[in-house]
């Protein structure tokens, strides 16, 4: 009796003190993301990644500012995996729930609508999932970008054969046709030419394809060293299955995005081995942060224990929380909450994370950290392979033709 | 391009081609005679591409053995929805039916969304990717299956509208619906079966997407376009328009593909503009 008399005043207590905080006391980030519609796996990734960090900042008293602490809160909105609604829903969450931060939806696409909006009504953007630089050439100075650029997702792949293999000659890309995937597509295919090789075929195929055995065929008359492709995890899988259809078996497969996430293997299950994947991240890298979890391994370990449903921590998961630690700290340093002072402090971070270096050219995207390489091998397993100073183990090169697996 | 390259995108056409007739099947069959533009096809397609899955990772079913079950469940869900929702609205203008079935396949599709999320899934089995080779063209067992999976439905389908009393009395309603009304045909009943074989075919074809594509709740959607677009090439009113239309269609995206991948699908619609403008029943359509 007594217990319980004890229990409903101090809930009572709780109850009293929290309202008012909540509703004064709270600095509210606005994000669209894509919960439906073709990128809805990588919108769940960015929401969860974006909620792990914001209730860590809540369970750590929240962010202080001019002395006194704000908790943080996410107001979401579902762009439906379209671009043209992100910026409607942009423009709602400035408009009529009056958010002054933004956090950037999943896709190059949507955070390039997004962005023009931030821009007119001067609200800064730190987004994580969207690296095309087209979005970063047009002059905007409210959108931060903290991962690496498009172009540079495919360099690793091409250094790793080239370190491995000084017979490797010719490649083979074929990407998206979007902008985040033509530009990883058309870096991959200049970096290789700058190192020498050959780009033999390289050409693009529509968004939401259903088939590319047209291309596949092309690819394999031409007998490439490399395939590099570059697009959305539904082309990856799509691409790896049909090259096994139409035995197209280069030396190295891989591609920008598609194997970091679970899904690589469940869907493909051993005809995912030996393909690369670059990551903006994994758990494997070496990095030692100045963030409340530091390390990579760290983080991963605390984000699965409050999300179970991950086994892998996709990389998209660690730059969204990567985008609030950015905001986290750029807002303590400007000591405001005015959205242009903290657009200044933004511009002038210089951290190291869990997540890599955060820092950010003059156009706003983060160019100071580079991209990784994982393989997925024969054990089941997926390892960091590149660059070698934080490699978890050796490639698996060449890859071995389908007609001579077992 | 070489002989062989040639040879193998030839192959490559012809092996969409089946799988595509399927897809279309059941959608250009509701709406020749029904005058209902199922725009639910494509998630019927989405729930027998589900059943294929579920039944393989969960009790390891073969996915070409699932494919009656897949079309058992979907011919039942078809007949209840023709039942108990589109006939309702059937003598409402055109629009009623077309928001009925848009307003199905959102329900559809966020229901599999919520139950099975939004994950990436293909069914993948020992022998998936393999095959023969003959002189320099490969020829994968999965799609040739499907290829023989089609074509026998297709068939099926032609015989028994052909042969069989419900399959006249379907093709009588589509023809004269108060001409069949008069002669004892009960229309509801037929239109029942329509939309129930329709829906059957598309969880068939979904079943065999399971092991080509990956797919996801959403999946649905392009291939309601495809359906659509199948139908405005190859006619209404006959199986063989159907064949002919998914022929046309998957073989200008894989030659298209071949040498332009950028603009495969702006070239298909292109021809789909102008053969409206052109000859606006189809190829292969009857003139009115």
């Given at each position: 009796?007594?217990?319980?008399?004890?229990?409903?005043?101090?809930?009572?207590?709780?109850?009293?003190?929290?309202?008012?905080?909540?509703?004064?006391?709270?600095?509210?980030?606005?994000?669209?993301?894509?919960?439906?519609?073709k990128?809805?796996?990588?919108?769940?990734?960015?929401?969860?990644?974006?909620?792990?960090?914001?209730?860590?900042?809540?369970?750590?008293?929240?962010?202080?500012?001019g002395?006194?602490?704000y908790?943080?809160?996410?107001?979401y909105?579902?762009?439906?995996?379209?671009?043209?609604?992100?910026?409607?829903?942009?423009?709602?969450?400035?408009?009529?729930?009056?958010?002054?931060?933004?956090?950037?939806?999943?896709?190059?696409?949507?955070?390039?609508?997004?962005?023009?909006?931030?821009?007119?009504?001067?609200?800064?953007?730190?987004?994580a999932?969207g690296?095309?630089?087209?979005?970063?050439?047009?002059?905007?100075?409210?959108?931060?970008?903290?991962?690496?650029?498009?172009?540079?997702?495919l360099?690793?792949?091409?250094?790793?054969?080239?370190?491995?293999?000084?017979?490797?000659?010719?490649?083979?890309?074929?990407?998206?046709?979007?902008?985040?995937?033509?530009?990883?597509?058309?870096?991959?295919?200049?970096?290789?030419?700058?190192?020498?090789?050959?780009?033999?075929?390289?050409?693009?195929?529509?968004?939401g394809?259903q088939?590319?055995?047209?291309?596949?065929?092309?690819?394999?008359?031409?007998?490439?060293?490399?395939?590099?492709?570059a697009?959305?995890?539904?082309?990856?899988?799509?691409?790896?299955?049909?090259?096994?259809?139409?035995?197209?078996?280069?030396?190295?497969?891989?591609?920008?995005?598609?194997?970091?996430?679970?899904e690589?293997?469940?869907?493909?299950?051993?005809?995912?081995?030996?393909?690369?994947?670059?990551?903006?991240?994994t758990?494997?890298?070496?990095?030692?942060g100045?963030?409340?979890?530091?390390?990579?391994?760290?983080?991963?370990?605390?984000?699965?224990?409050?999300?179970?449903?991950?086994?892998?921590?996709?990389?998209?998961?660690?730059?969204?929380?990567?985008?609030?630690?950015?905001?986290?700290?750029?807002?303590?340093?400007?000591?405001?909450?005015?959205?242009?002072?903290?657009?200044?402090?933004?511009?002038?971070?210089?951290?190291?994370?869990?997540?890599?270096?955060?820092?950010?050219?003059?156009?706003?995207?983060?160019?100071?950290?580079?991209?990784?390489?994982?393989?997925?091998?024969?054990?089941?397993?997926?390892?960091?392979?590149?660059?070698?100073?934080?490699?978890?183990?050796?490639?698996?090169?060449?890859?071995?033709?389908?007609?001579?697996?077992? | 391009?070489?002989?062989?390259?040639?040879?193998?995108?030839?192959?490559?056409?012809?092996?969409?081609?089946?799988?595509?007739?399927?897809?279309?099947?059941?959608?250009?069959?509701?709406?020749?005679?029904?005058?209902?533009v199922?725009?639910?096809?494509?998630?019927?397609?989405?729930?027998g591409?589900?059943?294929?899955?579920?039944?393989?990772?969960?009790?390891?079913?073969?996915?070409?053995?699932?494919?009656?079950?897949?079309?058992?469940?979907?011919?039942?869900l078809?007949?209840?929805?023709?039942?108990?929702?589109?006939?309702?609205?059937?003598?409402?203008?055109?629009?009623?039916?077309?928001?009925?079935?848009?307003?199905?396949?959102?329900?559809?599709?966020?229901?599999?969304?919520?139950f099975?999320?939004?994950?990436?899934?293909?069914?993948?089995?020992?022998?998936?990717?393999?095959?023969?080779?003959?002189?320099?063209?490969?020829?994968?067992?999965?799609?040739?299956?499907?290829?023989?999976?089609?074509?026998?439905?297709?068939?099926?389908?032609?015989?028994?509208?052909?042969?069989?009393?419900?399959?006249?009395?379907?093709?009588?309603?589509?023809?004269?619906?108060?001409?069949?009304?008069?002669?004892?045909?009960?229309?509801?009943?037929?239109?029942?079966?329509?939309?129930?074989?329709?829906?059957?075919?598309?969880?068939?074809?979904?079943?065999?997407l399971?092991?080509?594509?990956?797919?996801?709740?959403?999946?649905?959607?392009?291939?309601?376009?495809?359906?659509?677009?199948?139908?405005?090439?190859?006619?209404?009113?006959n199986?063989?328009?159907?064949?002919?239309?998914?022929?046309?269609?998957?073989?200008?995206?894989?030659?298209?593909?071949?040498?332009?991948?950028?603009?495969?699908?702006?070239?298909?619609?292109?021809?789909?503009?102008?053969?409206?403008?052109?000859?606006?029943?189809?190829?292969?359509?009857?003139?009115?």
């Amino acid at each position: 009796m007594k217990r319980t008399a004890t229990v409903s005043l101090l809930a009572l207590a709780l109850a009293l003190g929290a309202l008012p905080a909540a509703a004064a006391d709270t600095i509210v980030f606005g994000a669209a993301v894509s919960l439906t519609g073709k990128t809805a796996k990588e919108g769940e990734y960015t929401r969860d990644g974006y909620n792990f960090f914001v209730d860590k900042i809540n369970e750590m008293g929240g962010i202080t500012v001019g002395g006194k602490k704000y908790r943080v809160e996410v107001k979401y909105y579902d762009d439906e995996s379209k671009s043209e609604r992100t910026a409607q829903l942009i423009e709602k969450l400035i408009n009529e729930d009056k958010v002054t931060f933004i956090l950037g939806p999943y896709g190059s696409a949507p955070s390039g609508t997004a962005a023009p909006i931030c821009e007119k009504y001067k609200i800064p953007m730190i987004e994580a999932n969207g690296s095309a630089e087209s979005i970063f050439n047009k002059g905007y100075k409210y959108t931060f970008a903290v991962l690496s650029p498009a172009k540079l997702y495919l360099k690793g792949l091409v250094d790793l054969v080239i370190a491995r293999d000084k017979t490797a000659k010719t490649v083979a890309v074929l990407g998206e046709n979007e902008p985040f995937s033509k530009e990883v597509a058309s870096g991959g295919a200049d970096y290789a030419k700058e190192k020498g090789l050959t780009v033999v075929y390289q050409e693009l195929y529509p968004t939401g394809t259903q088939d590319v055995s047209a291309l596949l065929t092309n690819i394999k008359a031409k007998n490439p060293d490399i395939v590099l492709g570059a697009g959305h995890l539904q082309d990856a899988l799509l691409i790896v299955k049909q090259a096994k259809d139409l035995g197209v078996s280069p030396k190295a497969m891989g591609f920008s995005v598609g194997p970091s996430s679970p899904e690589f293997r469940e869907n493909l299950k051993g005809n995912a081995d030996y393909i690369y994947g670059a990551t903006q991240w994994t758990e494997a890298l070496k990095y030692n942060g100045d963030d409340p979890w530091k390390t990579p391994k760290a983080y991963g370990d605390a984000f699965r224990a409050k999300n179970p449903k991950y086994t892998v921590i996709p990389y998209q998961v660690a730059e969204s929380s990567a985008a609030v630690i950015a905001f986290w700290r750029a807002i303590e340093k400007a000591n405001s909450l005015d959205p242009t002072k903290v657009r200044d402090a933004i511009a002038a971070l210089d951290i190291m994370t869990f997540y890599g270096q955060i820092k950010f050219d003059s156009r706003g995207i983060n160019i100071y950290k580079p991209m990784a390489i994982e393989q997925l091998q024969p054990d089941g397993k997926k390892y960091t392979v590149f660059p070698a100073n934080v490699a978890e183990k050796e490639a698996l090169y060449p890859m071995v033709p389908w007609d001579k697996r077992k | 391009m070489s002989l062989g390259e040639l040879g193998q995108i030839f192959v490559n056409a012809v092996l969409l081609s089946g799988i595509l007739a399927l897809v279309a099947l059941g959608f250009s069959l509701v709406w020749g005679i029904m005058n209902i533009v199922n725009l639910a096809h494509g998630a019927f397609i989405v729930l027998g591409a589900y059943i294929t899955f579920f039944l393989h990772e969960l009790l390891h079913v073969d996915p070409f053995l699932s494919i009656p079950l897949a079309m058992l469940v979907l011919f039942t869900l078809g007949w209840g929805i023709q039942r108990g929702l589109i006939n309702q609205v059937i003598k409402a203008p055109l629009l009623a039916t077309f928001l009925l079935t848009f307003g199905l396949e959102l329900l559809i599709v966020n229901l599999i969304n919520f139950f099975f999320k939004a994950d990436l899934r293909s069914v993948t089995t020992p022998y998936s990717g393999t095959g023969f080779t003959l002189g320099s063209v490969r020829i994968p067992y999965i799609r040739l299956g499907a290829l023989g999976v089609s074509l026998v439905l297709v068939a099926g389908l032609a015989w028994y509208l052909k042969s069989t009393r419900t399959g006249r009395a379907i093709r009588a309603t589509g023809m004269d619906l108060d001409a069949a009304r008069l002669t004892g045909v009960k229309v509801a009943a037929v239109y029942a079966s329509t939309f129930a074989i329709g829906a059957g075919m598309a969880g068939a074809a979904g079943s065999l997407l399971s092991m080509i594509v990956p797919f996801d709740p959403n999946l649905g959607g392009t291939y309601t376009q495809r359906a659509f677009a199948i139908c405005v090439l190859g006619g209404l009113g006959n199986v063989a328009n159907v064949v002919i239309g998914a022929a046309i269609y998957a073989f200008v995206d894989v030659f298209v593909g071949a040498r332009l991948p950028s603009l495969s699908r702006a070239v298909t619609f292109a021809i789909l503009v102008i053969l409206l403008i052109l000859r606006p029943q189809g190829i292969a359509g009857k003139s009115a």
